[in-house]
C-alpha cells in the first residue's frame, strides 16, 4: 500500500484526478468506481477543470457507484444515484448510458444486488476505484464487522454512519434510511487500482487503523492492505495518527 501525505484537500483531489487522467490516456473505455460523500469532490472538480481544458478525453469513460441507499424515492436528491449524476456525470459531461448502478428501489433487493455485481463483472470490471472512508472505517456502506470476503448486498446503517450522514438531509437523522446496497468489501478488491482518499482530523483514527492496525473485519478499510495496487492519499491532519 502505498501512502501520499497532500497538502489539502484541493491537492488531493488534483493528483488523484491526474491518475484518472492518465489512467484514461490508456483505456479511453476505463470503467471508474466512483465513490459519495464530501471527500471526492475536489476529484471530481479536478477531472471536470481537465477535461475543459482539453487535457483529458473522457467521451467513453464508464462509471459505476460504489453503494446506494435502499428506499428512497425515485429521482430524491439524495439518493446516490442523484448525487453521482450531478457530481460526475453531469460536470463531465458523461453520457447517462455511460453510468451504472445499484438500483436501490428495486421489489427484490437481494436480486438487484446480485444483478449489479454480475453487471460490474460483465463490464469487465471496475480500473480504478476511488474511496472515502467513514469514521468508523467503512468502505462504501460496509460497516464494521462485514465479511472482508462480502458481495455486493443489503446492509443496514450504524447509528453513527447515519448521524454522519444526516448533514445531507436537513440535518435531521430520522430522514436518514437505515438500509442500503453496497458492493462488498471482497467487490471492492477486485477493481485494479483502488484508491482512497481522506482529509482532516475526523478521520485520522479510521485512517491510522486501517493503514497500521491489523487486517481485520472490525475496521473495513483494512482489507486495502490485501490488495497488490492500494494507494491512500492524506492531508496531514488525516495523517496525524500515522
Ligand atoms: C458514506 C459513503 C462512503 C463515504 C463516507 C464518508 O458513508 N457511503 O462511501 O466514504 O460516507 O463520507 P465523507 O467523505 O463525506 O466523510
Avoid at 478525453?57 to 464508464?62: E, I, M, N, P
Wanted: charged share 20%.
Amino acid at each position: 500500500m502505498e501512502v501520499v501525505i497532500v497538502q489539502d484537500a484541493k491537492a488531493g483531489g488534483e493528483l488523484i484526478a491526474r491518475g484518472i487522467a492518465e489512467l484514461l490516456r490508456r483505456k479511453p473505455d476505463a470503467l471508474l468506481g466512483v465513490a459519495t460523500g464530501s471527500t471526492p469532490l475536489p476529484v471530481y472538480e479536478a477531472l471536470a477543470s481537465e477535461v475543459r481544458a482539453g487535457a483529458v478525453d473522457v467521451s467513453r469513460a464508464r462509471v459505476a457507484q460504489l453503494d446506494e441507499y435502499v428506499g428512497l424515492p425515485a429521482g430524491h436528491p439524495e439518493s446516490y444515484r442523484s448525487v453521482v449524476l450531478r457530481e460526475v456525470v453531469e460536470p463531465l459531461g458523461l453520457s447517462p448510458d455511460a453510468f451504472m448502478g445499484p438500483d436501490g428501489g428495486a421489489d427484490d433487493v437481494r436480486a438487484a444486488c446480485a444483478a449489479y455485481d454480475a453487471a460490474l463483472a460483465a463490464a469487465g470490471g471496475v480500473d480504478l476505484q476511488l474511496l472515502g472512508i467513514g469514521t468508523d472505517g467503512h468502505i462504501g456502506f460496509n460497516e464494521p464487522c462485514s465479511s472482508l470476503a462480502s458481495r455486493t448486498r443489503i446492509k443496514t446503517l450504524t447509528e453513527q454512519t447515519r448521524v454522519d450522514n444526516a448533514r445531507f438531509f436537513e440535518g435531521d437523522i430520522e430522514q436518514v434510511p437505515h438500509h442500503v446496497i453496497t458492493q462488498g468489501i471482497g467487490t471492492i478488491l477486485e477493481a485494479r487500482h483502488l484508491v482512497l482518499l481522506a482529509i482532516g482530523d475526523g478521520k485520522a483514527d479510521a485512517v491510522a487503523t486501517s493503514v497500521e492496525g491489523p487486517v481485520a473485519a472490525v475496521c473495513p478499510a483494512s482489507a486495502l492492505q490485501l490488495h497488490p495496487h492500494a494507494t491512500v492519499v492524506v492531508d496531514e491532519a488525516a495523517a496525524s495518527k500515522l
